[in-house]
């Protein structure tokens, strides 16, 4: 019976020189889970990914991949997973056939004709099996990536911002056969900077400089953070968040539209300072329940206050 968790590890540790670029990461991902990771560029997602999987060795640490062990069994891992890195890294002077066929040729498929002609078919791309790959949209290269990924048959994916730079529905699509993907039972790391698509994952990780702060469902991770908000509407509302800051209760003041998410963890305070301010009659204080972004974006600021 194979085990519960597709990822178990503690301590990891890593180093690039002397930047400590992950520190003490510890975490369990289920099988056939999506598993999102969140935070700022240069925080250690992509390093993070790597080792989880045995694709980079950390300093220190242990744990298994798949069943196997993450510093003497990364052979074995490399051939239960699929990578999709953030840029195109097909062949762009290759036809989409070709490329194709490349792939399953490295991880020497039998059967590689039958496979590829599948993985065509399901793209919806017979008729276009020829065409060059460079000459593909943002959207058709990201569905030929992740074919690319699939085309071994992996148990555990990996996608480092898959979607970055396709339109909404595109992402919309891509998701879409993630989920297809997860059903089957195969686990899934991704990371992302879209809210709508961290929302998607069963779970998430929050990591910045090296350090994963929160773990858990969405809800969760909104939960811990206790974070209380107000949205504010009214006009001018670039000068009135400045003379917002700096009062009490409020730690962040974010911009959604044409409205403000005023938002602190003191919720004494700021429900007292909401209410002083409605007084005033210039603008209209609603409560609202803190989201995802809110929760993002207040961890980000402590995180740089931390590290300051």
Not at 37 to 48: A, D, E, H, R, W
Not at 173 to 199: C, K, P, R
Not at 202 to 214: D, E, I, K, Q, W
Not at 238 to 253: F, K, N, S, T
Request: glycine share 10%; with cysteine.
């Amino acid at each position: 019976m194979a085990p519960e968790f597709a990822i178990d590890v503690t301590g990891l540790n890593k180093y690039f020189g002397k930047k400590h670029v992950v520190r003490d990461l510890s975490l369990q991902v289920k099988r056939g889970e999506i598993f999102g990771f969140l935070g700022p560029n240069g925080s250690g997602k992509t390093t993070s990914i790597r080792l989880l999987c045995g694709l980079l060795t950390p300093d220190s640490g242990s744990g298994t991949c798949l069943g196997f062990d993450i510093l003497r069994e990364t052979s074995a891992i490399r051939r239960e997973i699929g990578y999709m890195t953030q840029r195109f890294s097909l062949w762009e002077d290759l036809t989409i056939r070709e490329n194709l066929e490349f792939i399953a040729r490295m991880y020497g498929m039998q059967e590689r004709r039958q496979a590829v002609a599948g993985a065509i078919d399901k793209l919806g791309l017979t008729s276009r099996q020829n065409q060059l790959a460079g000459t593909l949209s943002g959207g058709w290269k990201q569905r030929l990536a992740l074919a690319s990924c699939m085309l071994h048959h992996p148990k555990l994916l990996l996608l480092d911002e898959p979607t970055a730079g396709v339109d909404p529905k595109a992402r919309r699509d891509f998701w879409n056969e993630i989920n297809e993907l997860a059903g089957t039972g195969i686990t899934v790391l991704v990371s992302t900077h879209y809210m709508d698509e961290a929302e998607r994952c069963h779970r998430l990780a929050y990591l910045a400089y090296g350090n994963l702060l929160v773990s858990g469902t969405a809800q969760e991770v909104v939960d811990s953070q206790a974070l209380s908000g107000f949205e504010v509407s009214g006009p001018d509302l670039v000068h009135y968040a400045m003379l917002l800051r700096g009062l009490p209760g409020i730690e962040q003041i974010t911009a959604f539209g044409s409205t403000l998410h005023v938002t602190g963890r003191d919720a004494v305070s700021l429900n007292t300072t909401a209410s002083q301010k409605q007084k005033e009659n210039t603008h209209l204080w609603t409560p609202i329940r803190a989201g995802l972004e809110d929760v993002f974006i207040s961890l980000m600021e402590a995180a740089e206050e931390d590290n300051n």
